[in-house]
């Protein structure tokens, strides 16, 4: 299912909140457990702005001692190429990489923090840049999706630890750099 409502996801804290829940149900007492910088009047309030724009969702219920405890989930991010194309989508969608990847590395900053010492053999941290065909990018891209599409089906199990990988690719900006006649480099759009 798409994520159809940048305005709600592109806030930090819901950002947060939107990563945490992915793939995992956790309640509100978990989600505080996890972001302690959040006061818990204002978890409440972006966990239920998140469920009416339909981000997260209540996965499953329990009672505790006659009062109802809910687990969260996020739906699948992907993104609505629609909305992206509305009126002020494209610096819409730009805010949401900007805040998707700064809530990514914030993440891996406070496990490395929570750790003491970094475990480089559960870290990977690279950028990667090389030369390739549209073809040869997607044959990339696809092979790498459905190797982690493969991991993601994988039940919990003694020895495995829950794991992200987050992965970025685009052009990069040089490749908007071209000479013009006369020695001259400008930037196509």
């Known amino acids: 299912m798409p994520v159809r409502n940048f305005d709600v996801v592109n806030h930090p804290i819901r950002m947060r909140i939107f ?8 309640s509100i007492n978990q989600l505080a457990g996890l972001l302690p910088d959040v006061p818990r009047p204002s978890l409440y309030r972006h966990v239920r702005k998140l469920v009416e724009a339909g981000v997260i969702y209540v996965a499953a219920v329990r009672m505790v001692h006659g009062i109802e405890e809910r ?7 992907l993104i609505d190429l629609e909305e ?7 610096e819409k ?13 914030q993440d891996l900053a406070r496990y490395v923090h929570a750790c003491g010492t970094p475990d480089l053999a559960n870290i990977a ?14 044959r990339v891209r696809e092979t790498i999706y459905e190797m982690l599409r493969a991991l993601e089906q994988q039940p919990p ?8 990988m987050v992965v970025m690719a685009h052009p990069l900006l040089t490749s908007l750099v071209k000479d013009e006649p006369g020695g001259n480099r400008v930037i196509e759009h």
């Open 19 to 26: 990563q945490l829940l992915h793939n995992v149900h956790l």
């Open 71 to 77: 687990f969260y989930t996020s739906v699948e991010g």
């Open 84 to 90: 992206v194309y509305q009126p002020g989508g494209l």
């Open 93 to 105: 969608f730009a805010e949401h990489v900007r805040i998707y990847g700064s809530v990514v590395a």
């Open 125 to 138: 941290a690279r950028d990667h840049v090389f030369y390739a065909t549209e073809e040869e990018f997607v």
């Open 157 to 164: 199990a003694p020895g495995r630890t829950q794991r992200r």
